[in-house]
C-alpha cells in the first residue's frame, strides 16, 4: 500500500488536549511502552474521527497492525466519552443562555434492507437518531445516546427525557415542524396550507433562529466518519459522545 502525508483540519490544542487525556490513562494502567507514544495514538484517533481513514489506511501510515489501530481507537473514544456532558450538566450550562436548540439528525450506518429497526422511513436509509441542544452561538451544548434510525424526533426526545428537562429548567427552545406535538417548552412554526400573515411572519422568524441549529449540526457532520459509520451500532453513541468533547476542545 503507497502511504503519503497528509493533513488534518483540526487546531493544535485538540492535539494536545486527547494527548493529556491518553497519557493520563497511561498512567492510570501503568502502561509503560507501546507502539505509539500518546502524542501519535492522539494523531491516530483524529484523523479517523476527523478524515474518516480506515483501519486498514491508518495501520499503513503508522506502521503498526491493524489490530493495533482499533484498539488504540478505541481506547481514545472512551476516554473521550467518558468526559461528555450529561443532560443535567447541559441544563444547567444552557440557563445561562437567553434559549436553547433542539434538532435531530440521521447518522447513516451499513446495514441491509433487512434491518428493519434502523431504517428511517422519513430519510429513506438506514441510520441512528441522535438528538442534539445547540446554545444561540452554534455551539453543541450535549448529544444524547444513539437509537435505531426508526425512532422520529418526537419520540427520541422523550425517550431522553430531553422535554421535561427543558419543561423543568424553564428554557425556551427552537425545534422544527417535526416536533408538532412534543410539548413542554419547545417551539415550533405553524403548519397550516393556508396561514395568516402573522403567523407566516412567525414561521420567517421561527427560521432565522432555527438555522443556527442547522449550522451546529453541520459543523457536527464537519467530523467525516460521522458520515458513514461502518462500526457496531453499540459504538455510535460513545463516537458521537467523543466528538462533542473534542468539538468542545477546539472551540
Known amino acids: ?44 484517533a483524529l484523523a479517523h474521527l476527523r478524515c474518516g481513514d480506515t483501519y486498514a489506511q491508518l495501520a499503513a501510515g503508522f506502521g503498526i497492525g491493524v489490530a493495533t489501530v482499533y484498539r488504540y481507537i478505541r481506547e481514545a473514544v472512551d476516554v473521550l466519552a467518558a468526559l461528555a456532558p450529561t443532560l443535567a450538566e447541559a441544563m444547567d450550562i444552557a440557563r445561562t443562555k437567553a434559549f436553547v436548540i433542539l434538532d435531530g439528525t440521521l447518522l447513516p450506518i451499513d446495514r441491509i434492507a433487512a434491518d428493519t429497526p434502523y431504517y428511517s422511513g422519513k430519510h429513506k436509509r438506514h441510520g441512528m437518531n441522535i438528538q ?30 430531553i422535554v421535561d428537562a427543558l419543561t423543568d429548567a424553564g428554557l425556551k427552545c427552537w425545534a422544527d415542524k417535526a416536533y408538532q406535538g ?8 405553524f403548519r397550516c396550507r393556508r396561514l395568516k400573515r402573522w403567523q407566516r411572519r412567525h414561521n420567517s422568524t421561527h427560521a432565522k433562529i432555527r438555522c443556527l441549529g442547522e449550522q451546529a449540526m453541520a459543523t457536527l457532520k464537519g467530523w467525516r466518519l460521522l458520515r458513514k459509520l461502518r462500526c457496531g451500532t453499540n459504538r455510535i453513541t460513545a463516537i458521537v459522545q467523543a466528538v462533542l468533547v473534542l468539538h468542545h476542545a477546539s472551540a
Do not use: K, N
Open 182 to 189: 412534543a410539548g413542554g417548552s419547545i417551539r415550533v412554526p
Open 1 to 44: 500500500m503507497l502511504v503519503y502525508p497528509s493533513s488534518i483540519d483540526l487546531s493544535s490544542r485538540t492535539l494536545r488536549c486527547l494527548t493529556g487525556r491518553l497519557a493520563a490513562r497511561r498512567g492510570e494502567i501503568g502502561t509503560w511502552w507501546r507502539r505509539l507514544t500518546a502524542g501519535r495514538q492522539a494523531l491516530l
Open 132 to 161: 442534539v441542544l445547540t446554545d444561540p452561538f452554534r455551539r453543541l451544548l450535549w448529544a444524547s445516546p444513539a437509537l435505531p434510525g426508526s425512532a422520529y424526533d418526537p419520540t427520541a426526545a422523550r425517550a431522553h427525557g
